[in-house]
């Protein structure tokens, strides 16, 4: 299966600014992928780049088996959902979305069929003949999602489209854009900050900092085993300890760290300084059993209340630990625990 | 094609303003060298403006009408706008202040003529006083430079009012609060806070109140007559009566300088894009 | 009591003002309806003779119908020229945009006087003849720098994202600007159009220079005044005023209106 979209090797710069440095990346067809990131690390400007707003410095974009880097918006098969939806406010709602058909010349009654088709896809039947300002902020939502489906781009680009949104609506809408990505098969590329938006939607995700892509991978991969150091603390938490390899036993890998030495099953470098990742949720209240890496005792520093858990800060080891107790534990600050984890679940990460 | 768009959309109005403005200029300039009749081209123009007082006088009595004019009308508009904006309720304000320029959208020669009828000897002023027995004579009050500058002031305290009042409404009402809150009475909140952050509006005003009044031939001329000359009256005298296109050049152009040198002058206090 | 003092004080200043404003107005208007010669206390009752006169005055109303010719379709022009130069340079940001805005508002800076001296200069270089053609040329240049400040102010963010969401869709350019810019800025273009249109309407110097035969109604005022305190002037006035005044209401009921919806 050829991909539907793939990015060549692409750079920008922003005058000094290095936007992005070299990125490549394949999206294939029907799949959701989304580019998570923090500010600034170039997600947005790939966005940009894919929908034809920004021409790149280096590289190319095929879209659909043609080279589409230096294509004007209007001439390649994408189309986007702008962040602020950009609702035109002169024009109806069933203006706006039959707006991309009448630039394509689509004769008048095919297009209001189309149109009516597309406000009920996005659970609007009846919201044609309003004006965007009547609408609320997840009505305006659904609008631009159709009047951006109704001209069936190959790719549908989404720039941080919940952004605007409550958070309880935001959680509704994520359901919703997935279930129609789903219906209509289009390929979505969707910009977001927000991790858990990330793992909602995704089929393939792609982590980016400072430029370039860091990780990509079904989201369940990329936060079970992240790829880089940004990964793991971006897509998540963790707690890093840094290690340094002191040699190989039996298929697993021996590693020197502040909290005694270490084996863990990975293939890893024979040598040099590595760091080891771990999950707040794998961390263990009790002393070790078994096969169970001990990690010491320590002094509850901080307790924060997260509802369906707590989040425990444990400082007085070699590393201070972040960890998740059940909601109801009676833990309190200065209270001491001992902690464990399982070896499976120390990700090793040499980048 | 695309690459073309900027220039096909600014490139009409720029050509427009270099045909239609900036040639004439130029035209001009080279017309204020040529002399009325004569010897080749030269800077005798300018050295007529500087060495015959009655032609000097004109820029004098210019720069003292406008300055006069300017501050008087920004002294009366500032009070008006304030009150407009403070005292009288919400409701109404939009209202009160079409009112109160609502003699703005007359025409400028009838506005002028106006003050005519006010102030000519048989007008209504002298008709109250003398009948009320105030004067035995009538006051000689139209064709006096008094005239011009209450006829311009007129004209600019609803321009003043329309900016001041605009700049008095953007001020934010927390600014007054946090003022009176950290303990300032209403003349220190005022003085302090309100006036310094309305200057730049008054600024802008005041400066189109000058440039406006400066290159006026029409108020001038209706209620000044011909008693003393202003710089506007006295270029169209050299075109009207003497079809002296050269000097009326020359004259134009120290016109425009001297505005120049007033915006340079308080260009710090004028951010005209911002307007 | 004491804090009622200046809620006072400031109710008769307004009330002063007001007065000042609307003095000469008001005299106008109340001797443009007496029958006399002269418009001058004391008033002598209501007549409209004058504005019989006034209006069967073929020169007065010929000059009325150029008027309102070379008011319109100057505005027209210097609306659209300004609107498209105003959407380029805040769009497109071509090199030396700072210097092509700083050249377009700079005639704002020029008496009219001067702009209209330029320009007969210009005509009698090219052997042109003055006419309503010249004048309303004239009135472009004074306006477009207005139409242009005031719409290059109005090329917000908002505008500028719902362009890019046309063009996205496939819109081309002038099509962008046809269906989306134009209609989105629709205020600010009725806004500048109004004002153009009211400035040419009474704008006398660059008129009195520029034309000869087809002469513009502030210029027939202008011969008018010629003769002194003239009842005729008068009428002309109060007729302009009442109009002006007419149509400033009904825009600002349209508007108050609009927002009030």
């Known amino acids: 299966m050829t991909a539907t979209v793939e990015v060549r090797a692409v750079s920008h710069r922003f005058g000094d600014t290095v936007a992005l440095d070299s990125v490549s990346l394949a999206i294939e067809p029907a799949s959701y992928t989304v580019l998570l990131g923090p500010s600034g690390s170039g997600k947005t400007t790939l966005l940009s780049i894919l929908g034809g707003f920004l021409v790149p410095d280096e590289g190319a974009v095929w879209i659909d088996g043609r080279d589409c880097t230096t294509l004007p918006p209007a001439r390649r098969p994408t189309a986007t959902v702008f962040q602020d939806y950009a609702l035109f406010p002169h024009m109806s709602v069933g203006g706006n979305v039959a707006f991309g058909l009448r630039m394509r010349r689509v004769a008048r009654g095919q297009r209001e069929r189309r149109v009516q088709e597309a406000l009920g896809l996005v659970g609007l039947p009846d919201a044609a003949s309003r004006r965007p300002h009547e609408l609320s902020g997840g009505q305006r939502q659904r609008v631009a999602l159709a009047r951006s489906l109704v001209v069936e781009p190959a790719v549908l680009l989404l720039d941080e489209p919940l952004g605007a949104l409550d958070l309880k609506l935001r959680r509704q809408m994520q359901d919703e854009l997935k279930a129609i990505q789903q219906r209509v098969g289009t390929a979505f590329v969707h910009v977001t900050h927000d991790q858990e938006e990330a793992m909602a939607l995704a089929d393939h995700c792609v982590v980016m900092n400072h430029g370039r892509i860091e990780d990509q991978g079904p989201p369940e991969r990329v936060y079970l085993r992240p790829a880089t150091r940004f990964t793991a603390t971006f897509m998540g938490e963790s707690t890093l300890i840094p290690g340094t390899v002191a040699g190989h036993r039996d298929g697993r890998v021996v590693i020197d760290t502040p909290l005694g030495r270490l084996e863990i099953a990975a293939d890893g470098p024979s040598g040099g300084e590595v760091t080891l990742a771990l999950r707040p949720e794998h961390v263990r209240n009790g002393p070790a059993d078994g096969d169970g890496v001990p990690l010491g005792t320590g002094v509850v520093a901080e307790v924060v209340f997260q509802g369906s858990f707590k989040r425990v800060t444990v400082q007085g080891l070699a590393v201070p630990l972040l960890a998740r107790l059940p909601a109801e534990h009676p833990v309190r600050p200065g209270d001491r625990l001992t902690l464990h984890c399982e070896p499976r679940h120390m990700v090793l ?3 | 094609m695309s690459r073309l768009v900027p220039w096909l959309t600014v490139g009409p109005a720029v050509l427009w303003t270099l045909l239609f403005f900036i040639l004439p200029l130029v035209l001009m300039a080279w017309t204020s060298l040529q002399p009325l009749q004569g010897d080749g081209p030269g800077l005798g123009n300018y050295v007529a403006f500087f060495t015959n007082p009655s032609y000097w006088r004109a820029l004098v009595n210019s720069l003292e009408v ?25 409701r109404w304000q939009r209202l009160a202040l079409v009112l109160a320029i609502l003699p703005f959208w007359t025409s400028y020669l009838v506005r002028s003529y106006s003050w ?41 305290v609803m321009l003043l009012t329309l900016t001041i009042f605009a700049s008095l409404k953007q001020l934010s009402p927390s600014y007054r609060k946090a003022a009176a809150d950290l303990g300032a009475g ?12 309305t200057l730049p509006g008054i600024m802008v005003g005041a400066f189109l109140t000058f440039v406006l009044a400066i290159g006026d031939y029409v108020t001038p001329q209706i209620l000044g007559g ?22 009326a050049s020359a004259l134009s152009l120290i016109l425009m300088l001297v505005v120049t040198v007033a915006y340079l002058g308080c260009a710090r206090w004028l951010r005209l894009e911002r307007v | 009591m004491a804090h009622r003092l200046p809620r006072v004080v400031g109710a008769l200043y307004a009330a002063l003002i007001y007065g000042f404003i609307f003095l000469p107005v008001v005299v106008l208007v109340l001797f443009s309806l007496q029958a006399t010669t002269l418009p001058v206390p004391p008033f002598t009752g209501p007549s409209l003779r004058w504005y019989d006169a006034v209006l069967s005055d073929r020169r007065l109303t010929a000059a009325l119908g150029n008027s309102l010719l070379v008011a319109l379709l100057s505005s027209a022009l210097a609306v659209v020229l300004g609107f498209l130069a105003a959407w380029g340079l805040a769009r497109f940001r071509p090199p030396g945009s700072g210097l092509w805005r700083a050249l377009l508002t700079l005639p704002l800076m020029v008496s009219y006087l001067i702009i209209g001296m330029g320009l007969l200069i210009l005509l009698n270089q090219l052997g042109a003849p003055r006419s ?4 309303g040329i004239g009135h472009v240049v004074i306006n477009l720098p207005l139409c242009f400040a005031i719409l290059y102010s109005q090329m917000g963010e908002q505008q500028a994202r719902a362009e890019q969401a046309a063009r996205d869709l496939g819109a081309a350019e002038w099509q962008v600007l046809l269906l989306i810019t134009a ?3 629709w205020p600010a273009l009725f806004a500048s159009f109004f004002l153009s ?12 220079l520029l034309t000869r035969f087809d002469t513009t109604l502030p210029v027939e005022i202008w011969n008018l005044l010629r003769a002194g305190l003239n009842p005729r002037t008068n009428a002309v006035g109060a007729l302009v005023f009442l109009v002006s005044a007419v149509l400033v209401a009904s825009i600002e009921l349209v508007v108050l209106r609009r927002r009030r919806s």
């Open chain 3, 183 to 185: 209609p989105m800025l």
């Open chain 3, 197 to 208: 249109v009211t400035f040419s309407w009474d704008e006398f110097i660059i008129a009195f």
């Open chain 2, 66 to 90: 406008t300055a006069l004019v300017t501050v008087l009308a920004v002294l009366l508009a500032y009070p008006f706008a304030w009150v407009l904006a403070e005292q009288v309720p919400e």
């Open chain 1, 349 to 351: 990460l040499t980048l």
């Open chain 2, 186 to 197: 209403p003349l220190r909140t005022f003085v302090y806070i309100v006036l310094p952050l």
């Open chain 3, 132 to 135: 309503r053609v010249s004048a």
């Open chain 2, 116 to 156: 005519l009828l006010v102030l000519a000897e048989q007008g209504v002023v002298n008709g109250a006083l003398v009948g009320a027995g105030l004067l035995s004579e009538p006051l000689r009050l139209a064709n006096t430079r008094a005239a011009t500058v209450i006829g311009f002031v007129h004209f600019f």
């Open chain 2, 226 to 247: 011909n008693t003393e000359l202003l710089m506007p009256q006295l270029i169209m005298l050299q075109i009207g009566r003497r079809g002296d296109f050269p000097l």
